[in-house]
């Protein structure tokens, strides 16, 4: 891999899990089938279910003050997501939204508070897993606070390659088609913004585009930039 450190591979929170473990958790969920473009839950709404994704992917974003849409996470295959407020009697802090046709295995709060009382080791794993969403959340708006929008596109596209990166002669493909509004709606910027950012890393060839994805050259100047640490890669991810 040229001018780039080892890809390090995401494994998702599902396939962390002991077989055994992951039959438990099956056992005590419904397995639905939700189509692109519908709600799972809205921002404000009463949350009552955790979701694991089979297949498919689902978008969580918040609404701004000023009413514009702001993406926080892209979940994939293997990963849960829901309301981690679930246990706590608040309402839902985001907006959840099937992007692309979706196969869940949904879990009621009931039967989760059942399951973590009769397996510990699976309480555990989730409770690690509230703690990374928590601090991967965190850290998205840490960037955009810190380092502005430049900082925060960015940040961005290293959460990208880490989620949906593969080697490449040049570097790290994001292997997920994104428009430059995609990205803008990440950082919570226009899409004259992004288009200014992504030319001027072209121009410094650290980034081109090969049949709509992007190709990073040089992972580790947009890590330079944004002074990346060594946190585990489950948190820098999107």
């Known amino acids: 891999m040229k001018n780039n450190e080892t890809l390090k591979e995401y494994t998702p929170f599902f396939d962390q899990l002991r077989d055994e473990d992951q039959h438990t958790l099956l056992l005590h ?6 189509r692109k473009g519908q709600i799972l839950f809205y921002e404000g709404e009463e949350a009552n279910h955790l979701y694991l994704i089979k297949s498919g992917q689902v978008r969580l974003s918040k609404m ?8 926080l ?12 407020c679930l246990f706590n009697d608040m309402s839902a802090s985001m907006t959840s939204e099937v992007v692309q046709d979706a196969t869940l295995i949904r879990f009621d709060k009931k039967d989760l508070e059942a399951l973590f009382s009769q397996h510990g ?7 690690k897993l509230f703690a990374r969403n928590t601090q991967s959340t965190q850290a998205k ?39 430059n509004q995609d990205i803008a709606h990440f950082i919570g910027t226009s899409r004259e913004t992004i288009n200014r950012l992504l030319n001027d890393l072209k121009q410094d060839n650290i980034v081109y585009m090969e049949r709509g994805y992007i190709v990073l050259t040089n992972i580790n100047t947009l890590k330079n930039y944004v002074q990346c640490g060594k946190c585990p890669l489950e948190i820098c991810t999107i």
Do not use: W
């Not at 996470?73 to 981690?84: A, I, M, R, S, T």
């Not at 080791?121 to 409770?127: L, Q, S």
């Open 73 to 84: 996470h892209l979940k994939q295959k293997g990963d849960v997501f829901g309301e981690y």
């Open 29 to 34: 969920g419904q397995e639905v089938f939700i």
């Open 64 to 71: 701004t003050i000023d009413q514009k849409m702001f993406f």
């Open 121 to 127: 080791e699976i309480a555990v794993a989730f409770i």
């Open 141 to 179: 708006f840490s960037d955009l606070l810190l380092y502005g929008k430049t900082g925060a596109f960015y940040s961005i596209l290293i959460r990208f390659a880490n989620s949906y990166g593969v080697s490449h002669p040049k570097g790290i493909r994001i292997n997920k088609k994104l428009t």
